[in-house]
């Protein structure tokens, strides 16, 4: 069984930072692509960042490039996703996955098989 649990959400004011944790317990013999995702109220899902399961260039949204940065620490089977610059939009709850069994990320978010709980992310104005 995997198990994914996020944490580090909170709560700040625009223009602040978050740095959010992601760890992945289970079947540790792979690595994988992992990803972050965000849903805020009333609004579909959307792909913030992903990385392949060995690390290289991260794949980010146009809403977040140049203030989240996403990195993994294989031997400590944890994904981090740094966010800087933060604006109210980026208010939702936050998600990581995996792609089990993918070294490279797939685009398609059909690819992502497990999920974590999420953390809530508040930005105010």
């Known amino acids: 069984q995997v198990q994914l649990v996020e944490s580090g959400g909170g709560s700040v004011q625009a223009g602040g930072s978050l740095s959010l944790s992601c760890t992945v317990s289970?079947?540790?013999?792979?690595?994988?692509?992992m990803g972050w995702f965000r849903q805020a109220p009333g609004k579909e899902r959307e792909a913030v960042a992903r990385?392949?399961?060995?690390?290289?260039?991260?794949t980010y949204a146009d809403s977040v490039k140049g203030r989240f940065t996403t990195s993994r620490d294989n031997p400590k089977n944890t994904l981090y996703l740094q966010m800087n610059s933060l604006k109210p939009e980026d208010t939702a709850i936050y998600y990581c996955?995996?792609?089990?069994?993918?070294?490279?990320?797939?685009?398609?978010?059909?690819?992502?098989?497990?999920w974590g709980q999420g953390t809530q992310v508040t930005v105010s104005s």
């Open positions: 996955a995996v792609q089990w069994g993918q070294w490279y990320c797939q685009s398609s978010t059909d690819k992502y098989n497990y």
């Open positions: 990385i392949d399961g060995g690390g290289g260039t991260p």
């Open positions: 289970g079947r540790m013999s792979d690595r994988f692509c």
